[in-house]
C-alpha cells in the first residue's frame, strides 16, 4: 500500500479514504489505522515544509547561537581595559528564528464528501499540522456547510496525526455558507499567540445561502483559497473581490507544494 501511495496518490488514497467507512469492522479498523500515517507521508512532500522566513535574532551568547563579533566588540573592549576575559553572559550571538504563525483551515463538507475531496481535506489538514508543527506556531480546523463546526481547536491542539483522523471522519452535508465559515475562522485566530495569522480555505466557493461573505473575508488578516482546478472559477471571482490569494489544485500529490506556495510572506 505504501509503494502504491507513493506511485498514484491521487488514485490510492481516495479509495482509502472511502475504505475508511467499510462496514466490515476489521476492515475499517485496519484503514483507519493505516491512511493517516499515509497521508502524513505524502503530506511531508513539499519543498519547505516551514511558514515563512526565518531571521537573526541577538540572544545572550550563553543562550547558544553564533557569536556575534561586531555587536560583541564593546564587551571585549570593556573587558581587556580591566584585565579579564569577557563573561558569555557579556557576549552577543545570533539564532534563527522563524515567526510564529496561526492557521485556521476551513474545510468545505457541503453536498457529497467522496473520496477524493476526503483525501483533499485530510492531505490539507496533514500539511498544515506539520507545517505548522515545525514552526511552533497554532492551528484550528473548521469543517462548514451552512453552519461551522470545530473539528480543532486552536485552544485545544491535537497531534498531526489526531487532526488527520478527525477529518476523515467528516461526512457531507448539504448547503454552502462560506459567511459562516470566515467568521468562524476569525473567532478562532482572535486568541492567538502569533503575530501572523491565515485562513486557508479548501472550497470551490459556490455559495448556496444569501449572505455575502466578502465582508467576512476581508475581515481576516490574511486569506488563502485552494479551489478544485476543474470548477474554480468561483474561487477565483471570490478571491479577486476578498483580496485572498488563490490556487487551483489539478492533482492531489500537488496539495503540500502549493500550499508552501500560498503561505510564503
Not at 26 to 52: K, M, N, T, Y
Not at 159 to 183: F, K, N, P, Q, Y
Not at 195 to 201: A, G, K, M
Amino acid at each position: 500500500m505504501e509503494a502504491a501511495v507513493a506511485e498514484d496518490p491521487d488514485r490510492v488514497l481516495p479509495l482509502l479514504a472511502l475504505m475508511s467507512r467499510a462496514t466490515d469492522p476489521a476492515l475499517r479498523a485496519r484503514v483507519q489505522a493505516l491512511a493517516p500515517r499515509l497521508v502524513l507521508e505524502r503530506a511531508r512532500s513539499g519543498p519547505s515544509g516551514r511558514i515563512g522566513s526565518g531571521r537573526l535574532r541577538p540572544v545572550r551568547a550563553d543562550r547558544g547561537g553564533d557569536l556575534d563579533l561586531d555587536a560583541s566588540l564593546e564587551a571585549v573592549a570593556v573587558a581587556h581595559a580591566e584585565g579579564r576575559p569577557p563573561s558569555l553572559e557579556e557576549l552577543t550571538s545570533s539564532v534563527w528564528q522563524r515567526p510564529a504563525t496561526a492557521l485556521c483551515l476551513l474545510v468545505d463538507r457541503s453536498g457529497s464528501m467522496d473520496g477524493q475531496r476526503l483525501a483533499t481535506a485530510a492531505m490539507a489538514a496533514a500539511a498544515c499540522a506539520l507545517r505548522i508543527g515545525e514552526s511552533g506556531g497554532e492551528l484550528a480546523v473548521v469543517a462548514f456547510d451552512r453552519r461551522a463546526d470545530v473539528v480543532v481547536d486552536l485552544a485545544a491542539p491535537a497531534r498531526a496525526r489526531r487532526t488527520v483522523e478527525r477529518v476523515l471522519g467528516l461526512r457531507g452535508h448539504g448547503m454552502t455558507s462560506l459567511d459562516a465559515a470566515l467568521r468562524a475562522a476569525c473567532e478562532q485566530l482572535a486568541p492567538a499567540r502569533a503575530r501572523r495569522r491565515i485562513t486557508v480555505l479548501l472550497s470551490d466557493c459556490r455559495v448556496t445561502d444569501d449572505v455575502d461573505p466578502v465582508p467576512a473575508a476581508r475581515a481576516l488578516d490574511e486569506l488563502v483559497v485552494i479551489a478544485p482546478a476543474s470548477d474554480d472559477d468561483e474561487a477565483r471571482r471570490f478571491a479577486r473581490e476578498a483580496g485572498a490569494r488563490v490556487a487551483s489544485l489539478d492533482a492531489l500529490a500537488e496539495l503540500p507544494a502549493v500550499l508552501d506556495r500560498l503561505l510564503a510572506p
